[in-house]
């Protein structure tokens, strides 16, 4: 079993900044890509950041600039630090993790979601 922990979310008024953190644990033999999501209500889900492994970056051209991917393969751990949140970041963020498994199961985890809110 492979469980993807999301924690960081929160309310914040235009400008500010948070800081997402997901954790990986189980059954894990290596990590892939790790990244981030995001879900507004009435849209689809579109991918905000990701990472490889080897720390190659991509990131959705609305949040260029603003946030930074950042992981620590040692603790399967990957963050999404965001800055001069605007009222359109407004979503549920969502951890993914492309993972093999002890028993060479590859295979695309999510997290439960976090709310982030940007509100004045």
């Known amino acids: 079993q492979v469980q993807l922990v999301e924690s960081g979310g929160g309310l914040v008024q235009p400008g500010g900044s948070l800081r997402l953190s997901c954790a990986a644990s189980g059954s894990i033999f290596s990590i892939y890509a790790m990244g981030w999501y995001r879900q507004a209500p009435g849209k689809q889900r579109e991918l905000v950041a990701a990472?490889?492994?080897?720390?190659?970056?991509n990131y959705a051209d609305s949040v260029k600039g603003r946030f930074t991917i950042s992981r620590d393969n040692a603790k399967n751990t990957v963050w999404l630090q965001m800055n001069s949140l605007k009222p359109e970041d407004t979503a549920v963020y969502y951890c993914?993790?492309?993972?093999?498994?002890?028993?060479?199961?590859?295979?695309?985890?999510w997290g439960q979601g976090t709310q982030v809110t940007v509100s004045s």
């Open positions: 993914n993790a492309f993972i093999l498994t002890v028993v060479a199961d590859k295979k695309n985890y």
């Open positions: 990472i490889t492994s080897g720390g190659s970056t």
